[in-house]
């Protein structure tokens, strides 16, 4: 396969200021829409941090704002002490009965559940919202879950597997087409697997191990999978009406969503290696590959770092959605609020991790872009 030129940064630099841009905007519009549903006042809505470039004031008197580093983004609610939505506990002292109707603190537990959860959940939502208009404009492209061949010498053959095989499931998953068994088996290289199919009418269910395949994509990006060696059958396009569209849009976001909570679980319990998680340079660096392909393959690029940025959000970590909800739910729990230090100290461990784990994965992308090793032979 012919490897294409990398686009230059500055281009590169433009897409991703771009994708992230729609999409935090589009995350912090999910909390600012759900927040002003419920009445309660947003004195800020800021897409990048630092200082602003350019702002209005709207006559809700909400400051709409563009900071200069775009790399992220916050709803600020009235009666929050910060941008990270850490309730100004002071407030209770100097406010009276009257004036707590419009702030965010003050509200029912479900309500703030809600606006914190609209973030993410609009996330997917915008995902599900592309994928259905792919669906729609060009048609659903998929194949069944039929072994068309089986290569001689590969972990599928050795496992008896034959041509015209059915997939049913994989260690459990569910399998509807082809695409589902390339999936699954590629963010599981070298672990075991159960595969249950059907052949003449019968259930059968083996144990295969994928090989490990390196491989690069037409950029020269490096990355690994599992392979089992087998070939699919005949590709079909199916052209759904709107409902069908919508449903295999929430069928895509959904097996999206798992594939990253398998691949995160695997780098937990160590079965992959940390280095293969990547930060805002890699996410850099495929915006404007994928720009490069064409405007569908970008289009499709920001669902799926929708998804992505939904699914991060969703994290137990405070200083993330996934955090406020955990915290939300231990107050439900115990039937009063958390005490105040305790909050706090969420908020300031979870900046740190934040903090460290981006360090980390920007430590990552300089490493795998080379610049450590072209700074090692600069100095040597």
Do not use: C
């Not at 994708?19 to 909390?31: A, K, P, R, S």
């Not at 010498?153 to 997939?167: H, I, K, V």
């Not at 770092?305 to 115990?334: K, Q, T, V």
């Amino acid at each position: 396969m012919e490897t294409l030129a990398a686009p230059g940064v500055l281009y590169t630099a433009f897409v991703f200021i771009f994708v992230i841009g729609l999409l935090v905007f589009v995350h912090e519009f999910g909390h600012y829409a759900m927040a002003r549903a419920f009445g309660i006042r947003v004195e800020a809505f800021a897409v990048g941090f630092g200082k602003e470039v350019i702002g209005w004031t709207d006559r809700n008197g909400t400051r709409w704002k563009l900071g200069w580093i775009p790399m992220g983004g916050y709803a600020k609610f009235a009666g929050d002490m910060n941008e990270a939505s850490q309730p100004d506990e002071s407030l209770k002292a100097r406010v009276s009965e009257a004036d707590r109707a419009d702030l965010f603190m003050f509200r029912p537990l479900w309500q703030k559940a809600l606006v914190v959860a609209a973030g993410p959940g609009i996330n997917f939502l915008f995902a599900i919202l592309i994928f259905a208009a792919f669906f729609l404009t060009y048609g659903h492209q998929i194949t069944p879950p039929v072994a068309g061949q089986v290569v001689a010498g590969t972990p599928a053959a050795e496992a008896g597997l034959r041509a015209g095989d059915r997939f049913v499931s994989i260690d459990g998953q569910g399998v509807a087409r082809f695409e589902d068994v390339m999936r699954i088996v590629a963010i599981n290289p070298g672990q075991p697997m159960r595969v249950d199919i059907e052949r003449d009418g019968q259930s059968i269910t083996k144990t295969i191990l994928p090989d490990i395949v390196e491989e690069r994509d037409r950029f020269g990006n490096e990355y690994r999978r599992g392979m089992l060696g087998i070939a699919s059958g005949q590709r079909v396009v199916e052209h759904h009406g709107l409902a069908g569209s919508v449903k295999w849009a929430v069928i895509e976001t959904w097996d999206t969503v798992r594939m990253m909570w398998d691949t995160l679980a695997q780098i937990v319990s160590g079965r992959r290696a940390v280095d293969e998680l990547g930060g805002p340079i890699k996410i850099a660096q495929f915006s404007g590959q994928s720009a490069t392909l064409g405007l569908p393959a970008l289009i499709s690029f920001i669902a799926l770092i929708s998804i992505n940025l939904g699914f991060i959000n969703l994290l137990p970590i405070p200083m993330l959605d996934g955090g406020h909800l955990f915290l939300y739910a231990l107050e439900a729990i115990r039937r009063r609020p958390l005490n105040p230090k305790v909050q706090e100290w969420a908020f300031m461990s979870g900046f740190a991790l934040l903090m460290s784990l981006m360090a980390f994965l920007t430590w990552n992308d300089l490493q795998s872009v080379g610049l450590w090793d072209r700074l090692a032979s600069i100095i040597s």
